[in-house]
C-alpha cells in the first residue's frame, strides 16, 4: 500500500452536504506482485500534480488540493522499493478520476484495465464531474487498454486463479470498480477505492462528495458489504484518513 501524498479539501466534498469544516485524505494506490506479473492499482495522482498543479489540474485546485512531493509518484516509489517499472503486467483502473490516473502511460508492459463505460464518460464528463477527469492523463498515444464490461463482465478473475477479482461498483463514477484481492497468508482484502471513500461511506453515514448516481453508490456499498461478509475479507476504504493509519505501508510494511 502506497500514496501519493494527501488531498486538501472540505468536508462537503468528501461527506455530502456534511459542511465546511477543513478535510484532509490520502492518496492511495496499490502493488500487487504475482508469479504471473505484477499489478499497479491506480497509481495515485499523475506526478505533473507535484509540478505544476494548476497547470494541470485546473480550478479543482481549489476544491482538492493536492500535497505531494516530486518523489511520491508511482514510478519512483515503485523503483525505491526495487521493483522495475517494466515488470508491471497491469494496470487495473478503479476509474479515471485526477487522484487515480498516476500509473497510465508510465509502465510500458502494462495493460490498462477499465471499465469500458468509465473510459467513454472521461471523454465527455457532465458539468458536475468536469473538473474531475484530466485528459491529458488518459487520452495517449501508444496506450495497450483492456475495457471491461460492467454486470457482464463482473466479478472479472484475472489470472483466473482467484488472487484478483475485479467488481463493478458504479454510482461514484459511472464506470467505478473495486477489488477483491486474495494473498496467501493474509487471506481477502477488498480494496473498495472511491465506492466507500471512507468508513462513513461504508456504513451509510455518507454520500459521497462527488457522485455520478447515489442510488447506484448505495447499491455498490451494499453489494460490497455482502462480499466482505461473504468472504470475511479485510476492507480497506478508498481514502479514510484515520483508518489509512492502521495499514501496513510502503516501503517498510507490506501483506502478504
Ligand atoms: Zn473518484
Same mark, same amino acid.
Given at each position: 500500500? &502506497? ?10 466534498? =468528501? ?5 465546511? %469544516? @477543513? ?8 502493488? =500487487? ?20 498543479? #494548476? ?28 521493483? @522495475?517499472?517494466? !515488470? ?15 500509473? =497510465? ?6 495493460? =490498462? ?12 464528463p457532465q458539468w458536475f464531474s468536469?473538473?474531475?477527469?484530466? #485528459?491529458? @492523463? &488518459? ?14 463482465? %463482473?466479478? &472479472?478473475?484475472?489470472?483466473? @486463479?482467484? !488472487? ?13 470498480? !473495486? ?25 451509510? #453515514? ?35 484518513? %484515520? ?10 510494511? &507490506?501483506? %502478504?
Amino acid at each position: 500500500m &502506497f500514496q501519493t501524498g494527501t488531498l486538501r479539501t472540505k468536508l462537503k466534498y =468528501i461527506k455530502m452536504n456534511q459542511g465546511e %469544516d @477543513d478535510f484532509e485524505i490520502p492518496v492511495p494506490w496499490f502493488l =500487487i506482485k504475482h508469479p504471473a506479473g505484477n499489478i499497479v492499482i491506480d497509481g495515485g495522482n499523475a506526478v505533473e500534480a507535484a509540478i505544476d498543479k #494548476r497547470g494541470h489540474w485546473g480550478a479543482v485546485v481549489d476544491a482538492y488540493d493536492p500535497i505531494m512531493d516530486r518523489s511520491e509518484n508511482c514510478v519512483d516509489q515503485l523503483r525505491a522499493v526495487g521493483v @522495475d517499472p517494466a !515488470s508491471i503486467r497491469y494496470v487495473l483502473q478503479s476509474h479515471l478520476h485526477l487522484d487515480h490516473t498516476g500509473a =497510465i502511460g508510465h509502465f510500458p508492459n502494462a495493460q =490498462i484495465i477499465c471499465q469500458r463505460a468509465e473510459y467513454e464518460y472521461a471523454f465527455k464528463p457532465q458539468w458536475f464531474s468536469e473538473g474531475a477527469y484530466i #485528459r491529458a @492523463d &488518459f487520452d495517449r498515444p501508444g496506450l495497450n487498454w483492456k475495457f471491461l464490461g460492467g454486470e457482464y463482465t %463482473d466479478n &472479472f478473475d484475472l489470472f483466473g @486463479d482467484g !488472487s484478483v477479482r475485479i467488481i463493478f461498483t458504479p454510482g461514484h463514477a459511472p464506470g467505478h470498480q !473495486s477489488f477483491l484481492i486474495t494473498l496467501p497468508r493474509t487471506g481477502p482484502v477488498l480494496l473498495t477505492i472511491d465506492a466507500a471513500y471512507t468508513v462513513d461511506h461504508w456504513e451509510n #453515514r455518507a454520500l459521497p462528495g462527488l457522485v455520478h448516481s447515489s442510488s447506484d453508490a448505495a447499491n455498490s456499498v451494499e453489494k460490497l458489504r455482502r462480499i466482505a461478509s461473504d468472504t470475511n475479507a479485510m476492507v480497506v476504504t478508498g481514502h479514510d484518513p %484515520d483508518t489509512w493509519q492502521s495499514f501496513l505501508k510502503a516501503p517498510n510494511d &507490506f501483506y %502478504d
